[in-house]
């Protein structure tokens, strides 16, 4: 008798799961997309700048990543991203006012999106004064601007910004209108002082104003490798000196009665080949020297 012996083989499949890509479920597709930081602080100033990011997660919550994001603004007049699609994008304050920044991604069910308000409001943080300098002959005039403006010195464009009050520190020598037109009478200095009260917040700014009753003779001052030659002089008040550097990078930094224009060069000083001229209305003694090289030093004796 034969006996057939049946065997049962099972067969057993393992599924497994998982991926290395982060997390994300093979197949799986987006759902949402959620921008960080979910608050954007309000822009004080115009100019300024804000990062967001986007995060996609699938039907399934995973995150997912190499998904497009597509990011607009509502109000390009007040806030620009800087990327029209990727994972994140560069928010900059335009103008005044409110918007919303939107990311948005594709899904099977259509596209979803999420949202970030952005408030831009100008913060009073200066005032500013041009031009730079002011040096007049006597009966000559300069029209000055001072201009209310944010932390990065741009103009306040709101409502109800006032106007700079003017004033003067010597009218004697220099007076000035209440619209900044400045009007130089005689030789001397005055100091012109430009004020705002807005926001609750006063912020004042000065400028200089120098007044020669006739243009001065020139004077010649150059520069060896370690000198000032001359390493004396003697002018009058109003003269001017120009500085000629010459052989190696100086600098001419004044230690007692400066010229209008005040030092030449920083620490580094500045090349050979550097022309400046320098004018000198207070009468005193001026002594000036050389921060690159040891000993290297100069002095004018200003006459009335």
């Known amino acids: 008798m034969n006996k057939i012996g049946v065997i049962s083989i099972s067969l057993v499949v393992a599924a497994c799961g998982g991926s290395d890509d982060g997390g994300t479920t093979p197949g799986e597709r987006a759902a949402s997309v959620t921008i960080s930081p979910a608050t954007v602080a309000t822009f004080a100033s115009l100019g ?162 120098v007044v020669a009753t006739s243009v001065g003779q020139l004077h010649e001052v150059t520069t060896t490798a370690a000198s000032f030659s001359p390493a004396s002089l003697t002018i009058r008040a109003g003269d001017r000196v120009r500085f000629t550097i010459a052989a190696a990078p100086h600098n001419v930094l004044f230690d007692s009665n400066p010229p209008v224009e005040g030092d030449i060069g920083g620490a580094g000083g500045v090349p050979p080949g550097t022309v400046e001229t320098r004018t000198f209305n207070a009468a005193g003694a001026t002594n000036y020297h050389c921060s690159i090289h040891n000993g290297m030093t100069g002095s004018i004796t200003v006459n009335p």
């Not at 910004?161 to 209440?178: H, K, L, Q």
């Open 48 to 209: 300024q700048t804000a990062g967001l990011t986007g995060q996609v997660r699938g039907d399934g919550g995973s995150v997912l990543n190499n998904v497009t994001i597509s990011w607009t603004t509502l109000s390009a007049s007040v806030a620009s991203v800087s990327a029209a699609t990727g994972s994140g994008t560069t928010v900059t304050s335009v103008g005044n006012g409110n918007t919303k920044i939107i990311a948005t991604v594709a899904t099977p069910s259509g596209a979803r999106s999420d949202t970030v308000d952005v408030a831009v409001q100008q913060a009073f943080a200066a005032v500013l004064i041009t031009p730079a300098t002011v040096n007049l002959q006597a009966n000559g005039t300069q029209q000055l601007t001072a201009s209310l403006v944010d932390a990065r010195n741009t103009a306040l464009a709101l409502p109800g910004v006032p106007a700079a009050a003017f004033s003067t520190s010597n009218s004697a020598v220099a007076d000035v209108s209440a619209t900044g037109l400045v009007t130089a009478k005689t030789n001397g200095n005055a100091v012109i002082t430009a004020s705002a009260t807005f926001q609750g917040i006063t912020h004042t700014a000065t400028r200089s104003v």
